[in-house]
Structures are given as C-alpha cells and as structure tokens.
C-alpha cells in the first residue's frame, strides 16, 4: 500500500436505521467508491423514497467525483438498498462478497422465491477473498468476514477499514450472529482478522446505535478495538466470547425491518417485479395455527 495516499471518507448517518452509507474517495483522482447506500422504507405505507441516497449523490456531484463501484458489505437486515436506484444515476456496478450465493439459497425457500435466478446474477461482480482493485491511487482488498452473515466482506481501502456489522465503536462491541448462517465462533475469528491489521488503520462502521445517548461516531482504529472495545479489549478469549454472544444474542429482537429488506437485498436491491394489476408486493411469511 502506498502509505501517502489514504482515502477521503464521509460517512452519512441515516437516522431511521442507523445505517452509516460511506463515500471513499482517492484525494488525487477524485476516483470514489460508495459503500452500504440505504434506501428510505417506510413498512406501515410500503413506500419507498430516496432521501437518504440523495443526500449521497448530491456530495458526489459537489465534489465531482467519479465513483467506480457500488459496494454491498452483506445483505442488510435492517434497511433496503439503495444501490440499484444509484447505480440508474451512476450508471456503475454494484459488488457483494460470492459468499451471497449461500445467503440467497438460506432465504429463498423461506419467502418461497420461486423466479430467483440459481446465480446471483443482480450484482455485476461477486468478490472472491483477498481479491484487490484500485480506486484511483488507493490500493484495496477485499476480507471475507463471516460470522454475523456467511456473505460479510470487510474492505480496505487505503488506510481504511469498511468491516459493516462486524464490529461495532468500542463502546458497543459485536454483530449478532442468530441470524441463519451466522455464528459467533466464526465471527471471533474474523475480527482477530480486522485486528491483526496495523494500529493505525482506521475502522468505519456500519452503524452506530448510540449507547448511553452520547452523539454519533462510527470512525475506530484497530488500536481503539484492540484497547477499549467491550468485546475484545485485552485479547479477549474465544470461548468467553462465543459464550457471551450467544447468550446475548437469545435476547435480541428481530431487526424492523428484516422480512422486507432480506427478499430485496438479495437481489441487490431490486424490488419484486410488478404483478399483473401493475403494483409491486414483498412477502410475510405468518407461523401456522
């Protein structure tokens, strides 16, 4: 990595999901790259606006950068995507880990999917692990993080980290592994992954959940983690933590917004295609009495 060129990161916060949406940018090329857009969903009225992604878009053109990808960090739970309305105005990709491939075949038979292609052919590139790419002069790689979803991908870029729901600011820890595919011991090891980076590279979040009410953050470093984080300060054993997780996690509600957001997501963001009075419609699967 060339150490003299670090990303130019802005994070914005979508305060209905606490969703942070980032724009990375190379400072010499004005190359950029999107990461996790969020797409306004309001479940009581089942519509969808673009006020979050707007927000996003217009920095771009103010800055006159040149985005290059569109990149999912997993498919959410808790909000839509708003990569495909993006990628209509950028006219660029949207990428996710190949690890999505396992998270589509979990899901289809639970919303019963049937017009789902065997290949997630919605996203114009799947990355394999380790994989890199440039954006402008910045060196990126790409991480398979698993353990909160079997898809999680942590990026960096430059100096960066993007690890999405893999860990959290020190003052909040962990993602929740519940969900299916997911596992604590599996996530344990993906952050010793992301911690055994340099002390200096920065982390940024995929959301901020503001404990305590303190004002938001969602920029850590390795050093940070490694020192202050409630889950893993003072190398934190493998066992305790699974143990703890798993315990925690048994408490934990289901995300609001999980049954829409999970059809939609993965597909890259693409609403079900109309029926034939014209509307568009998500699916609940109900419990049987």
Request: net charge negative; charged share 25%.
């Amino acid at each position: 990595m060339n150490n003299l060129t670090k990303p130019l990161v802005e994070g914005f916060f979508d305060t209905r999901t606490s969703t942070i949406t980032y724009v990375a940018s190379c400072p010499d090329t004005q190359q950029a790259v999107i990461i996790d857009a969020v797409l306004d969903f309001d479940a009581a009225s089942g519509r969808t606006f673009t006020e979050s992604a707007d927000k996003v878009l217009a920095y771009v053109r103010e800055k006159d950068l040149h985005v290059a990808w569109l990149l999912e960090t997993h498919a959410h739970a808790d909000h839509l995507s708003g990569a495909p309305y993006m990628r209509r105005e950028l006219e660029v990709g949207i990428a996710i880990g190949s690890h999505i491939k396992d998270v589509r075949d979990v899901f289809k038979p639970v919303f019963n999917l049937q017009n789902l292609s065997e290949e997630p052919n919605e996203f114009q590139h799947l990355w394999q692990d380790g994989e890199s790419f440039r954006i402008g002069n910045l060196d990126c790689e790409v991480m398979h993080t698993p353990g909160h979803t079997p898809a999680c991908l942590t990026y960096r870029i430059g100096d960066a980290l993007f690890v999405g729901d893999t860990i959290f600011m020190p003052d909040f820890g962990s993602a929740r592994c519940d969900f299916p595919g997911g596992d604590a011991r599996t996530l344990y090891h993906s952050v010793q992954r992301i911690l055994s980076q340099p002390d200096n590279y920065r982390i940024f979040v995929g959301h901020d959940y503001q404990p305590g009410g303190r004002e938001i953050a969602f920029e850590t470093s390795v050093a940070e983690e490694k020192a202050r984080s409630i889950h893993f300060k003072d190398g934190a054993d493998e066992e305790s933590f699974v143990s703890m997780r798993e315990a925690r996690d048994k408490t934990l509600d289901m995300p609001k917004l999980i049954l829409p957001a999970i059809q939609v997501n993965v597909r890259a963001g693409q609403l079900p295609e109309p029926e034939e009075n014209g509307v568009r419609y998500l699916k609940l699967p109900l419990n049987q009495f």
